[in-house]
């Protein structure tokens, strides 16, 4: 897992949404085997890492059970684990789901509030596995209800400092950040991160970014629908790449790898 991290080229994170009302994909992998057969085509088009959520984060959605989320993810984990050698990143804020997740064989704790409760950082730390800290204004029912930053960048990379430092206290060694396009962020916000990602890599970190489909790329290409945005995730992915990205979070793994083979030439060769 660490030497995949260590990479001196882009990795790629398929998202698989085992959820009813997930903002792009809501309900199309809820079913078990459909789940399953999407991850599997998602490693053989390139994924490097699949990231499984059992919980919409989409601006407006609100929180389901613990043991709803476990239900929705743990078989889906349990098959991907004897079925696959790619590693599992689990997509959750709940130290109870992660904890269980990591049991049955994740590898990844992805973590939406930065590891804001200390019972998950002591779950990370515990099992020693890497976890993303993403940053995100309030939570996802409210988000993006007038979020308002003096400096997007500069606030991000405080709040990345903070938890860095709660992280690192613990024991938590392989980190990797995550400015959070669209958690809490309006366009002007998502545009300024993209454009300034280069700033948070004087954190000493990888980052990660996560563009795909999301409302700004809806926003800026004519209020396109999410089922037509691919060319204007591909992009924003692409400059996430060559400001600095060292994994992206995607949806349509096929087309972003290509991107991506292009992407690493220009900025890894030579």
């Given amino acids: 897992m660490n030497n995949l991290l260590q990479s001196k080229r882009t990795l790629i994170v398929g998202i698989l949404?085992?959820?009813?009302?997930?903002?792009?994909?809501?309900?199309?992998?809820?079913?078990?085997?459909?789940?399953?057969?999407h991850a599997k085509e998602m490693i053989q088009e390139g994924a490097d890492i699949v990231d499984i959520g059992g919980e919409s984060t989409?601006?407006?959605?609100?929180?389901?059970?613990?043991e709803e989320e476990l239900k929705r993810v743990k078989p889906i984990i349990e098959r991907l684990r004897k079925e696959t050698m790619v590693p599992i990143s689990i997509d959750t804020y709940k130290p109870g789901v992660a904890e269980e997740c990591l049991k049955l064989g994740a590898q990844i704790v992805n973590d939406v509030t930065g590891l804001r409760n200390e019972e998950m950082i002591r779950v990370?730390?515990?099992?020693?596995?890497?976890?993303?800290?993403?940053?995100?204004?309030?939570?996802?029912?409210?988000?993006?209800?007038?979020?308002v930053y003096t400096d997007v960048v500069q606030e991000i990379k405080e709040f990345f400092k903070e938890r860095i430092q709660a992280a690192r206290e613990a024991g938590i060694q392989d980190i990797i950040l995550d400015p959070g396009i669209g958690f809490g962020k309006a366009l002007e916000h998502n545009i300024q991160i993209l454009k300034r990602l280069g700033e948070f890599k004087e954190l000493g970190y990888p980052i990660l970014v996560g563009t795909s489909r999301k409302s700004f790329i809806g926003k800026l290409t004519g209020d396109s629908p999410v089922e037509d945005r691919l060319e204007g995730s591909i992009a924003s992915m692409v400059i996430a790449i060559m400001n600095g990205a060292a994994m992206v979070r995607?949806?349509?793994?096929?087309?972003?790898?290509r991107a991506i083979q292009i992407a690493d030439a220009i900025k890894y060769i030579g």
């Fill in 17 to 37: 949404n085992v959820t009813p009302d997930s903002f792009s994909d809501g309900g199309l992998f809820f079913d078990n085997e459909k789940a399953i057969a």
């Fill in 58 to 66: 989409k601006p407006g959605s609100g929180p389901v059970s613990e």
């Fill in 124 to 147: 990370v730390a515990q099992y020693k596995v890497p976890v993303v800290l993403m940053h995100m204004k309030g939570m996802p029912k409210s988000m993006q209800e007038n979020p």
């Fill in 250 to 257: 995607v949806h349509d793994v096929r087309p972003a790898k």
